[in-house]
C-alpha cells in the first residue's frame, strides 16, 4: 500500500510517520510546494494523508489507484467531495484529535490581544519596556469578569469554555441547536454578538457559516470588543474585519486562518498593530500530530483489511 503525505513535514513529524507505519506500508513524504513530485508520487498511491492543500478534482483523477483521503484535522472543505464520491474514493478525518491544541491556541490569542503581547514585546526588546504609549496600557485588560461567546460548541469550544470559566469568565455559546449538557448559556447568534466582549469561532465551513460574520455581524458586536478565529478564514469578510478594526468599534482580533492561505503579503489586516496572527498552526502540535497517526493507520490497516472505516464522511 503506498502513502502519500503532501505537508512540509519536520523531522520530527517525518520519524513519528515512519515509527507509525513501519512494517505497514511505503510512505512518501512531498512539500506542499513540490507539484512535479507530487504528480510523479499520486499516480501509484492508495491513501493521500491530506492536511491543508486543496484535493481537487484534478487531484483524484490522476490517482487512478486511490482508495483513501485521509484528512489530517477536522475540516474537509479543502476536498473535493463530490469528485471523491464519483470515483469512489473514501473521506475520513479525525475527529478531536487537534481539539487541545485549538483550545489552547484560542486561548492564547485572547490573551495575546487582551495584554498587547506583541507591543510589549517589541518595546521590551528596544529597551523602552518602562515607556509604553499609556494609551495602549488602557487597551490592555483580563479575562476575567468578561463574557466570552463561542460560535459552535464542537470539541474545541468544548475543551475551552470550562478554562475561561475558571479564568472567572462568563461563558456563553451558540450552536445550529442547544446542547443540554453544555453547562453555559445558549443564545442566538445575533444575541451572543450583543452581549459578548470576545467572540471566538469554532464553527465549521459550510454553505450556510461562509461569510457568517459579515458588516452586519460586526456592527452587532460590543464596541471595544475582540474576535478569534482558530477556525476557517472564510467565516469572516475580512474587508469587513479591517474596517470593524480601523475604526476603533472592535479592540483587536486574533487570527490563525485566512479566506485565502496562506495568507499574502500586502493584506491589510497586516498593517493593524492590534491583529495577533499565526498561519493556520493552531492545530499542529506533536501531541495533534501524534494521536493523528493512530487514527491514520488504523484506518489504512482497515482500508486493506476491507473494514469500515473510522470517521468516514464520503
Known amino acids: 500500500m503506498k502513502i502519500v503525505l503532501q505537508y512540509a513535514a519536520s523531522l520530527g513529524f517525518r520519524a513519528r510517520i515512519n515509527a507509525a507505519f513501519a512494517g505497514f506500508g511505503s510512505v512518501v513524504v512531498v512539500d506542499e510546494t513540490d507539484e512535479a513530485a507530487f504528480q510523479s508520487e499520486i499516480g501509484e498511491a492508495s491513501v493521500l494523508l491530506h492536511v491543508l492543500k486543496p484535493v481537487t478534482e484534478a487531484v483524484i483523477a490522476a490517482a487512478p489507484r486511490l482508495r483513501l483521503i485521509q484528512k489530517i484535522g477536522v475540516g474537509v472543505n ?3 467531495l463530490s469528485a471523491a464520491r464519483a470515483r469512489g474514493v473514501a473521506v475520513a478525518n479525525m475527529p478531536g484529535t487537534n481539539s487541545a491544541a485549538v483550545a489552547e491556541m484560542a486561548l492564547a490569542l485572547m490573551l495575546g490581544v487582551l495584554r498587547r503581547t506583541l507591543y510589549f514585546d517589541a518595546l521590551t526588546r528596544a529597551g523602552d519596556g518602562w515607556r509604553p504609549d499609556p ?7 483580563e479575562i476575567a469578569g468578561r463574557t466570552v461567546g463561542l460560535v459552535g460548541f464542537g470539541a474545541s469550544a468544548r475543551r475551552l469554555a470550562p478554562v475561561l470559566a475558571a479564568l472567572g469568565a462568563e461563558v456563553i455559546y451558540t450552536a445550529r441547536s442547544e446542547k443540554p ?3 453555559h448559556g445558549f443564545r442566538s447568534l445575533s444575541a451572543l454578538l450583543a452581549q459578548a466582549d470576545i467572540v471566538s469561532l469554532h464553527a465549521p465551513l459550510t454553505a450556510e457559516t461562509r461569510g457568517l460574520i459579515d ?47 496562506p495568507a499574502l503579503a500586502g493584506s491589510a489586516l497586516f498593517d493593524l498593530p492590534q491583529v495577533l496572527m499565526s498561519p ?5 502540535t506533536p501531541e495533534t500530530l501524534a494521536r493523528s497517526l493512530v487514527v491514520a493507520r488504523e484506518n489504512c490497516r482497515r482500508l486493506g483489511a476491507g473494514e469500515s472505516l473510522m470517521h468516514r464522511v464520503a
Open 78 to 80: 479543502t476536498i473535493d
Open 135 to 141: 494609551s495602549i496600557l488602557d487597551q490592555t485588560g
Open 181 to 183: 449538557d453544555a453547562g
Open 215 to 261: 458588516s452586519a455581524a460586526l456592527s452587532r458586536m460590543k464596541p471595544g470588543a475582540i474576535l478569534i478565529n482558530t477556525a476557517r478564514g472564510e467565516l469572516i469578510d475580512e474587508a469587513a474585519l479591517v474596517g470593524a478594526l480601523s475604526s476603533g468599534h472592535l479592540r483587536g482580533a486574533g487570527l490563525d486562518v485566512f479566506a485565502v492561505e
Open 280 to 284: 493556520h498552526v493552531a492545530w499542529l
